[in-house]
Structure formats: C-alpha cells, structure tokens
C-alpha cells in the first residue's frame, strides 16, 4: 500500500482548506473596512441570498459568498458573471500557473535574458556573490563602482524574490561606496532609474508610475489582454505599488482612465485630491496599446503559465519598457467591481 499520495494528497487537501478561509478572512475584513468608510451596507440580506445563489450554481457551493459581497459593496450593486477572487487564486491559478515555473518571474536577475529589449537592461547583476554586466561579463568589485557611476546618476536594486516594492534601494552613484551594496550576499539587479514619459509623471512625478497589464493564454493557444490600470505613488513616496500607499485608476486601450482615483481597497478617493481627480479626467497615457502588444507576445514566448501580470513603465521616448512580470501573485479583483466582469467563466470553470 502507497502511504505516501494518500498523504500528500491530504496535506495539499487541508493546505487548500487553510488558504480558502484566509482569503475569507480577508474579504470580510475588506468588506467590513468598506462599509465602515462609505457608510452603506449594499449586501443587505436579500442581495447577500441572490449572491451564495449565483455562487452556488457557478461555482457548486455558496461559500465563495464574501468576495463577491465585496464586489457588490464596491460597485453598488451585484452583477452576475463575477468571479470570486478565492475561486480565481486558489482553484484556478494554482492550476494554470504551477508553482515551479511561476517562481522564474521572482528572478529580475534573469529578466533581460529571456525578455531582452522589451526590459529595463541591467548595469550589473548579481548571481552567487559574484557581480556580471548585462551580458554576463563577470565584474571585478575595484571595478563595480567605476562602472555604476559611468553608467547612471542614480541606480535602483532589486532582489530576487522581491514583491510589492519590498527589498527595492534608490541610490546614488556620486559617492557611493561597495559597502552600500553588499549588505546581504543575495541575487540583484542594478539598473538606472528609468526617466519616464513627462505624461507619466502627472498623477505623482516622485514615483515611477506604471502600467499593470494583465494576459491570458487560452485553451486555443492564443494570448488574450484582460486589463490595464495606471498605478501612482502618493505623498512623495518613490514607489507606485497600493501596498505602498499607492493608487491607480483603469484605462482603456487609448490610454484614457475609465474610472477616478482608487486606493488600496478598491474605493474611489476623488474627493480626497480634487485637483489630480479633474486633470486625470484628460490624461492620456501614449503607447498603451503598445504596451499590451508587447506583453501579448512576450506571454506568447513563455506559455509555461497561462495568467500573468505585468508591470510596464513608458520612457521618456514612448518606448514600454517592462519592470516586472508576475506568475506567482498576479491578483485580478480590484478589475471585477469596475470593469467586470472580465472572465468567460463556462469555460474556465469547465476545465477545473
């Protein structure tokens, strides 16, 4: 007799049990944030029944309920079409995005070998304690410095495995010394502080602001484009994402926003900067179709996962230049209460 699947079938069974009633814990906390700062409950006991009804005949149990009430909270009403953000992470995107190919979008050293002129190139990388250019000519340390300094005014360090603007270091190059760099031995990419498009520094000229644009690789083979928002540092903070106090709003294929100013929780905060609300209403962010283009091919080039998420910059020549893509947490929720629904979901729930 084979004890070890049964095991390990067990152990993925409680791990999926352990990980559905975070994400539960999670919408109600959301909900219970939004209610409180909007001063309306939309889920009333009625609509909360027509909801664990829709989820129960998409997606064969009601228990899937709290995320689609926070849908409902945010857009004012319930729409049938949503997809759960539980449902979507852990019973799809587990499937679609394994685990061991996923873990190469946590890799930004390894970015410009395999997305070569569509990425921010690297001065230098870091790979086993040992310092490379872009071309993975290995740097001397008397040298790093020297070559830092010939390259740019003022270098950015990522770290492998680095998310949601975590383990992210702006330095400057004029005085910059090797003990700066080498407080840890962990994989990084160096690369210049990309000079963005003057459109792109409007909403938050502190910040890099960037596109995330998301693709799907069908059943058919083809890549699809889901959606794309504009994202925004705030109060002078250098990075963009909302775990950062960012903001974002959704864009069309033109580049002009479909919603206002969204914070972290997915509510609109016009009213809180007046003055950004009204000049985004004539924004026009150049070369987003471009950008989706470019990561609908790049997506195709790599049909190892099948959701990915990607963070693209416009330079100051309307050139897309991608930051980072992600397989591992590439979220979709904030995009169903504004724009949604954005799945077909007969087929997709139908493959599961």
Not at 249 to 276: A, M, W, Y
Not at 327 to 333: D, E, L, N, T, Y
Request: aromatic share 10%.
């Amino acid at each position: 007799m084979n004890l070890i699947e049964p095991a390990s079938a067990l152990k993925n069974k409680l791990l999926k049990k352990y990980r559905l009633k975070k994400y539960t814990k999670k919408a109600h906390g959301i909900r219970k944030n939004i209610i409180e700062r909007t001063g309306r409950e939309v889920v009333t006991k009625k609509v909360k029944k027509e909801i664990k009804e829709y989820s129960s005949e998409m997606f064969g149990t009601p228990s899937f309920w709290p995320w689609l009430a926070v849908y409902t909270e945010i857009k004012g009403r319930f729409i049938h079409g949503w997809l759960p953000n539980d449902y979507f992470q852990i019973t799809l995107l587990d499937d679609w995005n394994i685990k061991r190919f996923s873990e190469l979008s946590d890799m930004k050293t390894f970015y410009h070998m395999y997305f070569d002129v569509f990425t921010v190139k690297p001065i230098a990388v870091r790979v086993s304690d040992i310092y490379y250019d872009e071309n993975w000519n290995i740097i001397s340390r008397d040298k790093l410095i020297d070559s830092l300094r010939a390259s740019a005014e003022e270098i950015v360090m990522k770290k492998d495995g680095g998310f949601g603007g975590k383990d992210i270091r702006f330095l400057q190059t004029k005085n910059l010394n090797i003990s700066e760099l080498e407080n840890d031995k962990e994989n990084l990419v160096i690369q210049p502080v990309v000079q963005q498009h003057p459109v792109l520094s409007e909403p938050h000229s502190d910040s890099l602001n960037t596109l995330r644009i998301t693709t799907f690789l069908e059943a058919d083979g083809t890549v699809t484009f889901k959606f794309v928002f504009l994202r925004f540092g705030a109060g002078g903070n250098r990075l963009d994402n909302a775990n950062a106090g960012g903001r974002l709003c959704f864009l069309n294929l033109d580049g002009k926003p479909v919603t206002g100013i969204l914070d972290s929780t997915g509510l609109n905060i016009d009213h809180e900067n007046h003055n950004l609300a009204n000049s985004l209403k004539s924004l026009i962010v150049p070369s987003v179709k471009e950008a989706v283009e470019n990561c609908i091919q790049h997506h195709s080039l790599f049909p190892y996962v099948r959701y990915i998420a990607w963070d693209v910059c416009i330079d100051q020549n309307s050139t897309p230049k991608m930051i980072e893509w992600n397989a591992i947490r590439p979220g979709m929720w904030f995009a169903e209460p504004h724009i949604g629904p954005i799945w077909d979901l007969k087929p997709i729930i139908n493959k599961t």
